[in-house]
Nanobody
Framework: QVQLVESGGGLVQAGGSLRLSCAAS????????MGWFRQAPGKEREFVAA????????YYADSVKGRFTISRDNAKNTVYLQMNSLKPEDTAVYYC??????????????????WGQGTQVTVSS
């Protein structure tokens, strides 16, 4: 079992930055692919960014490429999402997800088997 707890969300002005953290419990974190997703009001949850088990490979949605950076610290069982140049359209609940025992990048929502409870990010114009 893996439990995920997100933190770092909040209210920020457009152009500002936030760093989300996702702390994982369990012994399988270092062998898990990790990802961030988000869900805006009235919209379906969408992929934001993903990172492989070692941190050596990352992948981003086009809408956040160049502004967001995903990273991980396996010694701390934590994955991060640094969000810069935030826009009002980035407003959403952000979810951390894990797929255990996975060596590659995982992009599809259905392939993740553990999810956090989400953290709200609100970007004001």
């Amino acid at each position: 079992q893996v439990q995920l707890v997100e933190s770092g969300g909040g209210l920020v002005q457009a152009g500002g930055s936030l760093r989300l953290s996702c702390a994982a419990s369990g012994r399988t974190f270092s062998s898990s692919a990790m990802g961030w997703f988000r869900q805006a009001p009235g919209k379906e949850r969408e992929f934001v960014a993903a990172i492989n088990w070692s941190g050596g490979s990352t992948y981003y949605a086009d809408s956040v490429k160049g502004r967001f950076t995903i990273s991980r610290d396996n010694a701390k069982n934590t994955v991060y999402l640094q969000m810069n140049s935030l826009k009002p359209e980035d407003t959403a609940v952000y979810y951390c997800a894990a797929r255990s025992k996975s060596i590659g990048i995982v992009i599809l929502e259905d392939e993740y088997n553990y999810w956090g409870q989400g953290t709200q990010v609100t970007v004001s114009s």
